[in-house]
């Protein structure tokens, strides 16, 4: 039992795209006009003409489990509470079976603490990380590839449908990162679906952070597709594999090392997912090409993500 004590808590035929996904088919999604998210800031452009822009906030914020401070992580902090869940799950150290009696947030402190049942001492743990290629603070305990040796992936199927309807979907939903840049997004979705879509200043939070809602809600992970807007790196693959999820998508490509913990692991890895156009690198088994090409428009420079006014 979870207790919050938080201040605040196709057919291949069809022609796709004629009826984009409704905003309030998410769980979560990105709220742009949230102004704790941004700043007004002035400046000049090119030509020298005075000019006003958002800007994406961060924050520090410090995780602690029990009595014992884990790290400290600079995060939009839209979603204290699943960060904090999401980040113990992923480098292990809260349990599948944990029960959690409570987490306390302290907005002016900028501290969050997860409390379990079970008694906690990570103080060797902490001691042994590795600085990882996640921008903002990205870092992975010593023991996680030996607990990835006991994660056994279901069977799943990727339809290249799905794969395309989400990619629209996703693309067009109103985000931080269209609104101000300098953010990365994670997409939990199920078939053609979007469920959960969270932003940060690292693409790791965003995926803890969806960790944390599937742990505190109970969402099961067998059926479900990851997509990331970010690099699919060895971190990006490990916390997928953990979180039990057997595809991950990006837009963007690949490392070496995370293709090889993908293929290792019977992940689905999928990357450059742009438009028309995608890799498959690892457990390409499970994708079904069931749409037909021509009937797939190209990425709108409207809607894609790099074209965004605020990072050309």
């Known amino acids: 039992m979870l207790r919050s004590r938080a201040k605040r808590g196709v057919s291949k035929h069809d022609t796709?795209?004629?009826?984009?996904?409704?905003?309030?088919?998410?769980?979560?999604?990105?709220?742009?006009?949230?102004?704790?998210?941004?700043?007004?800031?002035?400046?000049?452009?090119?030509?020298?003409?005075?000019i006003e822009t958002r800007v994406t906030v961060e924050r520090a914020l410090t995780i602690f489990l029990n009595s014992q401070e884990i790290v400290t992580a600079m995060t939009i902090n839209d979603y204290p509470e699943y960060l904090a869940l999401g980040y113990l799950?992923?480098?292990?150290?809260?349990?599948?079976?944990?029960?959690?009696?409570?987490?306390?947030?302290?907005?002016?402190?900028?501290?969050?603490?997860?409390?379990?049942?079970?008694?906690?001492?990570?103080e060797k743990k902490l001691k042994k990380k590795v600085q990882t290629s996640g921008c903002a603070q990205g870092?992975?305990?010593?023991?996680?590839?030996?607990?990835?040796?006991?994660?056994?992936?279901?069977?799943?199927e990727l339809r290249t449908s799905w794969l395309y309807a989400l990619a629209h979907a996703i693309?067009?939903?109103?985000?931080?990162?269209?609104?101000?840049?300098?953010?990365?997004?994670?997409?939990?979705?199920?078939?053609?679906?979007?469920?959960l879509y969270m932003e940060d200043v690292g693409r790791h939070n965003a995926v803890d952070k969806i960790a944390g809602y599937m742990f505190k809600h109970r969402v099961s992970a067998h059926d479900k597709i990851f997509y990331t807007t970010g690099r699919l790196t060895s971190e990006m693959v490990i916390k997928t594999v953990r979180m039990g999820i057997p595809i991950l998508v990006s837009r963007s490509g690949f490392t070496a090392w995370g293709v090889e913990l993908a293929r290792k692991a019977d992940l689905t890895l999928v990357g450059r997912a742009r438009g028309k156009r995608f890799v498959a690198l690892a457990g390409e088994e499970r994708i079904v090409f069931d749409q037909d090409l021509r009937y797939i428009e190209e990425e709108s420079a409207k809607h894609r993500r790099k074209a965004a006014v605020h990072d050309d």
């Open 89 to 122: 799950l992923n480098q292990n150290m809260l349990r599948a079976d944990d029960v959690v009696t409570g987490i306390d947030y302290d907005e002016e402190l900028a501290v969050v603490v997860v409390r379990t049942k079970r008694k906690t001492n990570y």
């Open 139 to 156: 870092t992975v305990f010593g023991d996680l590839m030996e607990a990835l040796e006991n994660v056994t992936l279901p069977q799943a």
């Open 16 to 50: 796709l795209y004629i009826n984009p996904m409704s905003d309030d088919d998410y769980l979560i999604r990105p709220d742009p006009l949230d102004p704790k998210l941004t700043e007004r800031v002035s400046g000049v452009d090119q030509t020298g003409t005075r």
């Open 171 to 195: 693309n067009t939903t109103p985000s931080l990162y269209l609104e101000a840049g300098a953010i990365h997004g994670c997409v939990l979705a199920k078939e053609d679906k979007p469920l």
